[in-house]
């Protein structure tokens, strides 16, 4: 079987018969332990740390004023409700600081939900203004709260609507929906509405999958790309591609002897609002990232149309060289823009030169493409052979390291 072969097999395992990559379900095992099984089908010595996180089941939501029905969706990691009350609202942080939603139901919209609000305890990513609207709503004493949202891809793909709230530490019920509906919502202002959410938090676990070649005690390469999926979405270009580029390379080095030793790692926690998996991997090393020599991380590759592109971070002159030498080689690959909605930040903040590696076109729609983190984002819109281009291109900077 050649390379174009195993491509496609390894995204059809990832996308088509393994269903659900999402953090913490069955089908999020399922593909780290095909991940776990490839590798050492190599030889490879593997490791998977294990983390704790929350599963996620919804079986809907209804939201009922007088004999109106609007259409709502549960909130990601939401608890469930059954609740009534009259109805608030809140447009702006001055509206909100002045809203006391005590035994009622709290509908916010408009500028305080332009934008996908940051996990109360993420680390990475936190604005201030964020973190002062996370904190007004979970003291507006509201029973749950309903928002109305439009698009933002740049943070949350191509979700219409988004949910305002994707957070399993915020244990307020929460539910989402179209401006449209919000509109229409209005209306009811100050009316008794109810509210009923099926949703629940399921406690489970998962891993990092990483595999290492080579023994040598000088600064190791790291490769990455994350595993895990949005609940919902098939994630091919994010990120079962991505991993495929890592099972192709496992292959074309299993038998490297360079230098550097090579650690690759499937981080599960990219699209999960803890980001459990790169957490677990900071503290393994104690914040140390001294000993990576550079980071490769493959993220939204593989898109049917286009060409792939390498963004450089912080490279060495010798390691941009070798880069630019593989760009005139190689029709398919591009110099990219900076980017950072990837894996690749991670070791960027920590002080250690990155290559991020995706699709032109996810580059050039990052805030406007419709696809990534819904069911578009399927086998379809995927092009193996871009993939076998990307591994082969990254064993070339690879063994071109000295």
Not at 293 to 319: H, K, P, R
Not at 344 to 372: C, D, Y
């Amino acid at each position: 079987m050649n390379l174009s072969e195993k491509s496609r097999n390894h995204v059809r395992k990832l996308c088509v018969e393994i269903s659900d990559r999402s953090v913490g379900s069955k089908g999020n095992r399922l593909a780290t332990q095909y991940v776990d099984r490839e590798f050492k089908k190599l030889g490879l010595t593997t490791s998977q740390p294990e983390f704790d996180v929350m599963d996620w089941q919804k079986e809907g939501a209804d939201l009922i004023c007088g004999n109106q029905k609007f259409e709502v969706f549960v909130g990601p990691y939401s608890r469930g409700c059954d609740v009534c009350g009259p109805l608030y609202c809140a447009s702006t942080l001055e509206e909100l600081e002045k809203t006391d939603a005590t035994g009622g139901i709290l509908f916010v919209y408009g500028d305080i939900a332009k934008e996908q609000l940051m996990p109360k305890n993420f680390v990475f990513y936190n604005p201030e203004e964020h973190q002062h609207l996370v904190y007004l709503l979970e003291h507006s004493q509201a029973s749950a709260i309903i928002s109305a949202t439009g698009r933002n891809g740049l943070l949350t793909g191509g979700e219409y609507p988004f949910p305002l709230i994707e957070d399993g530490d915020f244990d307020i019920p929460n539910v989402f929906m179209t401006e449209e509906e919000g509109r229409a919502l209005l209306k009811y202002l100050g009316m008794e509405v109810r509210l009923i959410s099926r949703s629940r938090r399921i406690p489970s676990k998962a891993c990092n999958n990483i595999a290492k070649i080579g023994t040598g005690e000088a600064s190791k390469i790291v490769i990455t790309a994350h595993i895990d999926a949005k609940k919902g979405s098939p994630g091919a270009i994010d990120n079962a591609t991505g991993v495929t580029v890592l099972l192709l390379l496992a292959e074309l080095l299993q038998d490297y002897a360079g230098k550097y030793p090579i650690e690759l790692v499937a981080f599960n926690g990219e699209d999960y609002y803890a980001a459990s998996g790169q957490m677990n991997y900071i503290a393994s090393r104690q914040g140390n990232f001294k000993d990576v020599l550079v980071n490769i991380n493959i993220d939204g590759a593989g898109y049917y149309e286009g060409v792939s592109v390498f963004s450089l971070f912080g490279l060495t002159e010798d390691q941009q060289q070798l880069v630019h030498k593989i760009f005139a080689e190689n029709a398919d690959i591009e110099a990219g823009i900076p980017w950072v909605q990837g894996d690749h930040s991670i070791f960027v903040q920590f002080g250690r030169p990155a290559i991020a590696v995706t699709s032109k076109w996810m580059l050039e729609n990052l805030e406007t493409q419709s696809v990534t983190h819904t069911a578009k984002d399927n086998i379809s819109i995927v092009n193996p052979d871009q993939l076998v281009s990307i591994a082969l291109a990254i064993e070339k900077f690879v063994k071109g390291l000295i």
